[in-house]
Nanobody, 119 residues
């Protein structure tokens, strides 16, 4: 099993920044990718960003391109999401994911961390 623990959420004013972290522990011997999804109140969960563990290639939702940056520290099995120029519509619960097999796999999910952007 793999455990994912997120941190770094909070309340921030529009235009501000936050950095989320997600540390993986347990059976982390095989990571294909890690990333972030989010869910706003009353809306479906949506993809935010993903990083391929081997090589570091990144993918972003169009809504966050140019504002969010995903990165990793492979030695610590940790993924980060630097969020800048935050907007009210970025508000939601942010979930960390870990995939073992392919870019489409989301095998493990964290508990989520709340991000609230006040306008």
């Amino acid at each position: 099993q793999v455990q994912l623990v997120e941190s770094g959420g909070g309340l921030v004013q529009a235009g501000g920044s936050l950095r989320l972290s997600c540390a993986a522990s347990g059976r982390t011997f095989s990571i294909y990718s890690m990333g972030w999804f989010r869910q706003a109140p009353g809306k479906d969960r949506e993809f935010v960003a993903r990083i391929i563990w081997d090589g570091g290639r990144t993918y972003y939702a169009d809504s966050v391109k140019g504002r969010f940056t995903i990165s990793r520290d492979a030695a610590k099995n940790t993924v980060y999401l630097q969020m800048k120029s935050l907007k009210a519509e970025d508000t939601g619960v942010y979930y960390c994911i870990l995939g073992r097999d392919s870019i489409a796999s989301n095998d493990y999910w964290g508990q989520g961390t709340q991000v609230t952007v006040s306008s």
